[in-house]
């Protein structure tokens, strides 16, 4: 391999083969050197180069970024809307419950009371006859405008002898019951029958008062004047 020379001024250039580089001592250029020839180094095109390439990766690492952030945008839409619906029904069920509570406290049905207060006996030439008076204590928030109620009529051993069930109010038209929270007494009338059953039920409780009997009453149905029902 021979000298080279510089292309500007004619100098020995000084070689760096490792680096593939020479240099002239003289001038002051660089140069490239590459398969046995000096190639001046162009330093504003080295740097433009650079800076190009500088650029371009700025300008992935934006294009990079901005995908990132629309991505997390499109996640964070959609976290938006799943929260929304999250909310919706997590608020719409405790607004559910909620209301189902405030109704049930407002419709306790065993808030309300029936009892017999008296038994009166009466005959005339064809009928028995007897009047019950139960007192009906409506200690719920609302008014009630139905109910259904079994009387079970025991002897003092606690021997059951018959079950009557009483209705007071209508399911349809008008209501005869607007039991307004408070107090209300109802009669109810029993006439006898000329069936056996019925005989013997009235032969068991003719001429008794409520304190020779065990009475135990149940409600069976409730209807609140505002549509709320109680079915046991
Ligand atoms: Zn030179």
Redesign the pocket.
């Known amino acids: 391999m021979t000298g080279y020379t ?1 292309p ?4 020995k250039l000084k070689i760096d083969r490792a680096r593939q580089k020479a240099y ?1 001592e ?2 002051h ?1 660089d140069f490239a050197l590459q398969d046995d020839t000096v190639t001046p180094f162009d330093r504003e095109k080295e740097e433009k180069d650079r800076e190009n390439r500088l650029a371009e990766l700025a300008a992935k690492r934006r294009a990079r970024l901005e995908k990132l952030t629309e991505e997390e945008r499109a996640r964070r839409k959609k976290w938006l809307w799943i929260s929304i619906i999250a909310a919706l029904i997590i608020g719409g069920t405790v607004w559910i419950t909620a209301g189902k509570m405030i109704r049930a406290a407002r419709h306790d049905h065993d808030k309300i009371g029936i009892t017999v207060q008296s038994m009166t006996s009466e005959e005339d030439s064809n009928h028995s006859y007897i009047y019950f008076d139960f007192e009906i204590r409506n200690d719920s928030k609302a008014t009630v405008d139905y109910i259904k109620v079994s009387t079970r009529m025991k002897d003092l051993n606690g021997k059951s002898f018959g079950t009557v069930t009483s209705e007071f109010g209508s399911l349809s038209g008008g209501s005869v019951l607007s039991l307004k929270p408070g107090r209300s007494t109802i009669e109810e009338v029993y006439l006898s029958e000329n069936t056996k059953l019925m005989t013997q039920f009235f032969q068991r409780i003719y001429g008794k008062t409520p304190e020779d009997l065990l009475i135990e009453q149940e409600i069976l149905y409730v209807r609140w004047s505002d549509g709320f029902v109680y079915k046991r």
């Not at 500007?8 to 100098?11: M, S, T, W």
Request: some cysteine; overall charge neutral.
């Open positions: 510089c500007y001024c004619g100098a002239c003289y001038c250029s």
